[in-house]
């Protein structure tokens, strides 16, 4: 009996590790799958939507790694040419019509992406699903009647994250990111993340809209429709420059 608890306690030890490594392949292959191994070219349209009003836009998007990614937006009028640049740790932002390129300090990734209910780090991806947070693998629940993991993220001892932790449920047949909520660091929601109108692009099986949801702001809601998406092909790193986001088009 004095050796049935060294076992028991392995036992479980071992299988929490499984469940922690599991956990953490499936964010990992949810992850590719929506951005690619190496990198990843996006066309999107954004629609900020308010009880009263509403504004679309449009933008590219690349990306390299976790490391490296531009994005641009291309309309309305007033707004082409405005561009967020990330580089590792660092991040500038191009405002043409001040001719002006602003360093974005840590602080700022919580704030709005341009009015809309993402935000920064949400578009700009400066912090990592993968390895900026620990993963617990919840269980299993249906989302609009498909098969999900419910995974718990909460942010490691030596990330700088914006939420305290995250609730995603990803589908267990394609690895597809269903749904999303991100609590702040004391447990309250505050936003809802939805993926929507599953179908191919780029060669891949996908959600190709998301809408961000707050919690406490009804009749608000953000939307992403994915219109050209195209994966691990070859982007110089010459596009991940100040000069080039200052020209890109």
Known sequence: MKNLFPFLFSLLFISATLLAQDATEII???D??????NSSYTEMKMTIIRPTWKREMTMKTWSKGDDYSL????????????????????????????????????????QS??????????????????NDYTHKLLGSETIEGRDCHKIELTPT???SVVWG???????KAEYINLK?????????????????????????FLATVTEIIPADEPGHKTRIEQV???????ISDDIFSIQYMKRAR
Do not use: C
């Open 157 to 159: 001892d030596n990330s």
């Open 180 to 204: 999303v909520e991100y609590y702040d660091e004391d447990d309250y929601l505050v936003n809802t993340m939805l993926g929507k109108n599953l179908k191919t692009i780029g060669g891949r």
């Open 32 to 37: 590719e799958k929506m951005h690619g191994v």
């Open 113 to 130: 992406w341009m009015g809309s209910d993402f935000t920064n780090d949400d578009l700009v991806r400066q912090s990592s699903m993968v």
């Open 228 to 234: 050209k998406m195209e994966f691990d092909k070859t």
């Open 28 to 30: 990992k292959k949810a």
């Open 165 to 171: 932790k995250l609730i995603m449920w990803v589908d």
């Open 71 to 110: 994005i641009l937006v291309t309309g309305p009028a007033r707004d082409k040419g405005i561009a967020y640049l990330k580089r590792k740790n660092e991040m500038w932002n191009w405002q043409p019509t001040i001719d002006r390129v602003v360093k974005m300090p840590p602080s700022m990734m919580t």
